[in-house]
Every structure is written in structure tokens, then in C-alpha cells.
């Protein structure tokens, strides 16, 4: 008790107030928290993507719109074919496929084939200029007759209006002044001379054929 009594009661307080402080610091310290969990809805799912409609056969505004409204962007070129005008006949992806909202897609649409023009009646010249302008090739095939002007078309085969392919060709047939005037004329030959043949066989063998009998021999 006296060894108790005879410390200073300054440095008895001193020594318990920095137990208590160094205890003190020491229950404060905590170790690191843990990571708030990551909510599965902040996670972007996946686009499930746009299947592509069957559009072959439809006209084309009918095929843009039903793109549009899925979302898709659309490009349109047209191709001469044998089609009605504005007619979807090829879907670039395909259909069935699936792509990316926004793919654009590329319609391929029916520019109709160039029509046989109705040169009849017209001189052949005017008539070929015609004909060549839309994309044809030319052939001209003369027929005697008093029924129409010698030089002017007659009609024209295939017949006028007919969709044909470029470069395909179109005969025009000419009328021919009749030989009335020439007695003993038998035929007309490819080249444009006259036969005199009294026989069928051999006639205009050396001019390419006989373009049109005028007297068939026997007759």
C-alpha cells in the first residue's frame, strides 16, 4: 500500500489514458470491404438480331416498306429482266438469314426488257434507226407487193411490242415494187437480182437463195 501511495498520481493517469488511447485506435481499423455485387440487369444482353423476309415477287416500295419497319436500311439497283417493272427478283442477304439491326439490304428490282418499236409503214431507213436505237440488230427481208410504197415496212417479226433481249434481232420486212414490168421474171434472189429460171430446182443457187418468187416456174 505504501509502494502504491508513493507514485505520482500525474503519471498513473498518463499511462492509463495512452492504454486506452492505443486500444482505441487499434478497434477503429477494419480490414477492406468486399465489392458491391454487380446487378445482372447492367449487363447488356446480346442483340438477338433481324430475320430476313421473303421480298422476291413484291413490288418494290411494298418490300422497302416491310425493311424499314424492321429496322433495316435498304438499297435499291435496278437490272433489265424479264420481269413487270419495279418487281423484286434478288435480296442481298438472302431470306432466312439472320444480320444485325441496321444491315443494309440490297433489293435487285426488274427494269423491263426494251419492246420491238411499230415501225410500219415508216422508209426502212427511219425503221432501222428505230430499231438499233433500243438495242436491236437489224435484218431485212423484201416482199413484192402493190400494197404499200416499195422501200416502207411492211411489218416487222417479232411483231411490234414484243420484249426482246439486247442485240437480238428484229426483221423488217420491205416492201417490194412487183416485176410486172420485166416478162419472164421468176423470182427474185437474196442478193437482189432477178432469176429467169424455168425450173424451181437450182433457181438463184449462185445469189444467196430466192428472196421471193415472182412466176413460179410451171405456173
Request: some cysteine; overall charge positive; hydrophobic content about 40%.
Amino acid at each position: 500500500m505504501t509502494a502504491l501511495t508513493g507514485r505520482s498520481p500525474v503519471r498513473f493517469w498518463s499511462v492509463l489514458f495512452a492504454v486506452l488511447l492505443l486500444a482505441g485506435c487499434t478497434g477503429s481499423s477494419s480490414a477492406p470491404s468486399a465489392p458491391a455485387p454487380v446487378s445482372s440487369s447492367a449487363i447488356p444482353s446480346p442483340s438477338p438480331g433481324v430475320l430476313i423476309p421473303l421480298l422476291t415477287g413484291m413490288q418494290v416500295g411494298n418490300a422497302r416498306t416491310q425493311l424499314d419497319s424492321l429496322g433495316l436500311g435498304v438499297h435499291v439497283r435496278t437490272k433489265l429482266a424479264d420481269a413487270p417493272r419495279g418487281q423484286v427478283f434478288k435480296v442481298s442477304p438472302a431470306a432466312g438469314m439472320t444480320v444485325d439491326a441496321g444491315t443494309r439490304v440490297t433489293l435487285t428490282v426488274a427494269r423491263p426488257l426494251p419492246r420491238v418499236p411499230r415501225v410500219i409503214g415508216k422508209d426502212l431507213e427511219i425503221a432501222r434507226l428505230d430499231v438499233t436505237f433500243r438495242g436491236f440488230r437489224v435484218k431485212v427481208e423484201r416482199r413484192v407487193t402493190d400494197s404499200m410504197s416499195a422501200g416502207r415496212v411492211l411489218n416487222t417479226r417479232p411483231r411490234p411490242g414484243t420484249h426482246l433481249w439486247p442485240k437480238d434481232i428484229v426483221t423488217l420486212i420491205v416492201a417490194e415494187a412487183p416485176t410486172r414490168a420485166l416478162p419472164g421474171v421468176t423470182a427474185i434472189c437474196n442478193d437482189g437480182t432477178y432469176s429467169y429460171s424455168q425450173h424451181a430446182q437450182g433457181t438463184c443457187s449462185w445469189h444467196g437463195g430466192v428472196r421471193e418468187w415472182i412466176n413460179y416456174p410451171g405456173t
